[in-house]
């Protein structure tokens, strides 16, 4: 189609030119992000632009690998008046937005391998209705994700960095005691995430926005059909390994009867309806 654009070993001139472009908003979505990636947008970035919204991957086992580096997304923040970042488990989509005008879907992360080492493949896409398209369902997807705010950021990068610096102790020690003050910091970075995963409200508020979400892409689904697309986007809260259990019995999987609280809230709002065991939009999306 004509103006677009396949982009190979010369994407990252094309993603350069995308956010000096940018005059009102940058949208980022990218799994991976480190500092080599944050300097490029900002030696990039028009200096008046102070809008950015980026969604990412911030789970512990990204940072051990070092893979995504949150101190980068603090420097932007610090840097930037107004950026909204989102933590989303299992993220995988790397799209780069600019004022609805321009966008490039690739398969590079925001890393140094992602811009310069490796091979990746994309189009750049310069047609406004279609860039639009993309900008509200990529947004959407990331509103599905953890706000994290600067100062939660902040509390997150202190215990990443302890996380991988024990890490890289670890590789170089296998003693029993390394691997429990590992296993420790670790669990305080999942539970990190985990509060901000839910400081928007319960667990099932986050899957209330979710069902709306998903039938908002897929039609009518069955709760049967609601689950394992639920479990996808939210890997971190959906544990089989935790019960309902009331004075004894066990009441299946917990996060499932979460589910089943935000169909009953939708429901009573008058959101969503359940026609022939399949759910159905009611109400605005």
Known sequence: MEGYLLLSTDWKDALGELVAGARSHLMISSP?????????????RDPHLNSITFATDLSPANICDGATDPNALSLLMSR????????LPRLHAKVYVSDARCAIIT?????????ERNYEYGVRIPESPVVASILQDISRYSELGALVGRDSLQVYCDIANRVRAIYQRQRDSVTRSLRSEFEKHLAAAQDQLLRLRLAEGPMHTVFAKTIRYLLTRYGPL?????????KAIHPDLCDDTVDRVIDGKNYGKKWKHAVR???????????????????TLAGPT
């Open 80 to 87: 930037v008046p107004n950026v909204v970042l989102r933590h």
């Open 107 to 115: 398969s590079a992360n925001l890393t140094r391998g992602g811009l």
């Open 32 to 44: 991976y992000v480190t500092r080599d990636g944050i300097a490029f947008i900002m030696g990039k």
């Open 222 to 230: 069955s709760t049967e059909q609601l689950h394992p697309r639920i």
């Open 261 to 279: 609280s935000a169909q009953q809230q939708l429901k009573k709002k008058g959101l969503i309806v359940l026609d022939d065991e399949r759910w």
